[in-house]
């Protein structure tokens, strides 16, 4: 029998003797005086007061052997559950002794919730001892960010379509890059001809110069009083972004600023001139990219997107005046509407092949949170720069509309 069963069979020999117990302490009936004495005879169906105690006798009996049995059972039961313990307990030991044997790395720490919390509160004070000291003796340098921070940096360079676009270079200091200004073309070589002249090869340089674009905003000291990761979230989320956004501002105003024919010193970027939208405009802009502007893209104001839409809705055609290239909208280049002669109003090209961002310093960005100058307003600045150079590096990688 299985221990549940014992238990009911107990609980049922329980019961009926209990029920015994009763019949035995019920009083015998008094019989009347008159009647001549003579063996009284038993009710029928009354078991006999012997027959009640044979019977109980064998229920005590059982009762023993069944009492037994469920503590040879609960014994086997309370032996596995020990058994069981003893396996976890084994194997969490060894957990537990594989990690002090195996130490986690210093980008593992990073990821802690104590580092996360430690650099935090670095941000704000500026004592990075919380934070070296969670971190092995090989780290020194710069205090390392967290893979949090470092994915708000990332996720905000890739929101921003235009700098998702660009190259990106990660060399100290100023960065210089070569592109060809002329070249002779190959020839045909007939066998037995006379050589053919030395190609004519004539280079230019453009110099990326780092530049540090700030960002700085105030916050209550409630919004200091933010720790770890919340803090995180809400200081990067807001500069990260706009640094990303002046970063595309930058690159527009570089693309302008090119002359049309290059030079030794920065390339050249082509120009349209059309003075009304119509549905052949981006063709003309992509006719005068070079052949190596594979991945070509249009960027313009949302102004201007209308206005190209509005044209083709008011012809019902059904072509698309944007060529089907991707649409990056920067609302720094003039609209259409507002655009004088001469001022460009939308710009085709191949960011990938055209521009390059260099960051000497890494992506990151630098955050220096200052809780002096606004104190008597209970108000906070948080400062953050990107340190990066930004510049056009390819001849005819570009196009710009203008009026």
Same mark, same amino acid.
């Given at each position: 029998?299985? =221990?549940?069963?014992?238990?009911?069979?107990?609980?049922?020999?329980? !019961?009926?003797?209990?029920?015994?117990?009763?019949?035995?302490?019920?009083?015998?009936?008094?019989?009347?005086? @008159?009647?001549?004495?003579?063996?009284?005879?038993? @009710?029928?169906?009354?078991?006999?007061? #012997?027959?009640?105690?044979?019977?109980?006798?064998?229920?005590?009996?059982?009762?023993?052997?069944?009492?037994?049995?469920?503590?040879? /059972?609960?014994?086997?039961?309370?032996?596995?559950?020990?058994?069981?313990?003893?396996?976890?307990?084994?194997?969490? $030991?060894?957990?537990?002794?594989?990690?002090?044997?195996?130490?986690?790395?210093?980008?593992?720490?990073?990821?802690?919730?104590?580092?996360?919390?430690?650099?935090?509160? +670095?941000?704000?004070?500026?004592?990075?001892?919380?934070?070296?000291?969670?971190?092995?003796?090989?780290?020194?340098?710069?205090?390392?960010?967290?893979?949090?921070?470092?994915?708000?940096?990332?996720?905000?360079?890739?929101?921003?379509?235009?700098?998702?676009?660009?190259?990106?270079? +990660?060399?100290?200091?100023?960065?210089?890059?070569?592109?060809? =200004?002329?070249?002779?073309?190959?020839?045909?070589? $007939?066998?037995?001809?006379?050589?053919?002249?030395? @190609?004519?090869?004539?280079?230019? $340089?453009?110099?990326?110069?780092?530049?540090?674009?700030?960002?700085?905003?105030?916050?209550?000291?409630?919004?200091?009083?933010?720790?770890?990761?919340?803090?995180?979230? +809400?200081? +990067?989320?807001? =500069?990260?972004?706009?640094?990303?956004?002046? /970063?595309?501002?930058?690159?527009?105003?570089?693309?302008? !600023?090119?002359?049309?024919?290059?030079?030794?010193?920065?390339?050249?970027?082509?120009?349209?001139?059309?003075?009304?939208?119509?549905?052949?405009?981006?063709?003309?802009?992509?006719?005068? =990219?070079?052949?190596?502007?594979?991945?070509?893209?249009?960027?313009?104001?949302?102004?201007?997107?209308? !206005?190209?839409?509005?044209?083709?809705?008011?012809?019902?055609?059904?072509?698309?005046?944007?060529?089907?290239?991707?649409?990056?909208?920067?609302? $720094?280049?003039?609209?259409?509407?507002?655009?004088?002669?001469?001022?460009?109003?939308?710009?085709?090209?191949?960011?990938?092949?055209?521009?390059?961002?260099?960051?000497?310093?890494?992506?990151?960005?630098?955050?220096?949170?200052? #809780?002096?100058?606004?104190?008597?307003?209970?108000?906070?600045?948080?400062?953050?720069?990107?340190?990066?150079?930004?510049?056009?590096?390819?001849?005819?990688?570009?196009?710009?509309?203008?009026?």
């Amino acid at each position: 029998m299985t =221990l549940d069963e014992l238990k009911e069979r107990l609980e049922a020999i329980d !019961a009926e003797l209990s029920d015994i117990v009763s019949q035995l302490e019920e009083p015998a009936e008094e019989e009347p005086a @008159e009647e001549p004495a003579e063996e009284p005879a038993e @009710e029928e169906g009354r078991a006999s007061v #012997e027959e009640l105690e044979e019977r109980s006798t064998k229920l005590m009996e059982e009762r023993q052997d069944i009492l037994a049995e469920i503590e040879k /059972a609960e014994a086997a039961i309370a032996e596995e559950k020990r058994a069981m313990e003893d396996v976890i307990t084994n194997v969490e $030991t060894e957990i537990i002794e594989k990690r002090e044997e195996t130490p986690m790395t210093n980008m593992e720490v990073r990821n802690s919730k104590e580092y996360i919390d430690a650099y935090a509160e +670095y941000l704000k004070n500026g004592e990075d001892a919380e934070c070296r000291a969670l971190l092995t003796e090989n780290a020194s340098g710069t205090v390392a960010v967290p893979e949090l921070v470092y994915d708000i940096v990332k996720t905000a360079w890739e929101k921003e379509g235009i700098v998702a676009r660009v190259k990106k270079a +990660y060399i100290q200091g100023n960065l210089k890059v070569g592109f060809e =200004l002329s070249a002779t073309g190959a020839t045909v070589h $007939t066998e037995g001809a006379a050589a053919p002249s030395e @190609e004519t090869l004539v280079l230019g $340089t453009v110099e990326l110069v780092p530049q540090s674009i700030k960002k700085w905003i105030t916050i209550s000291d409630e919004a200091l009083d933010l720790r770890g990761e919340a803090f995180l979230q +809400y200081i +990067y989320d807001e =500069l990260t972004y706009q640094i990303a956004k002046k /970063a595309a501002d930058e690159l527009i105003a570089k693309i302008e !600023a090119c002359g049309t024919v290059s030079t030794t010193t920065c390339v050249g970027v082509p120009k349209v001139t059309a003075n009304t939208i119509g549905l052949d405009t981006i063709a003309q802009g992509m006719a005068a =990219l070079s052949d190596e502007a594979a991945n070509p893209v249009v960027m313009m104001n949302k102004a201007t997107w209308g !206005a190209f839409k509005a044209a083709q809705a008011a012809g019902s055609y059904g072509y698309d005046p944007f060529e089907g290239l991707d649409v990056l909208f920067n609302n $720094t280049i003039k609209a259409f509407s507002a655009a004088s002669t001469g001022n460009t109003y939308a710009i085709v090209g191949d960011l990938e092949q055209g521009a390059l961002m260099n960051f000497p310093k890494g992506e990151e960005i630098g955050i220096k949170v200052d #809780e002096l100058s606004l104190a008597e307003k209970d108000l906070v600045k948080v400062v953050g720069r990107e340190y990066v150079g930004i510049g056009v590096v390819a001849p005819n990688a570009f196009v710009k509309i203008c009026k």
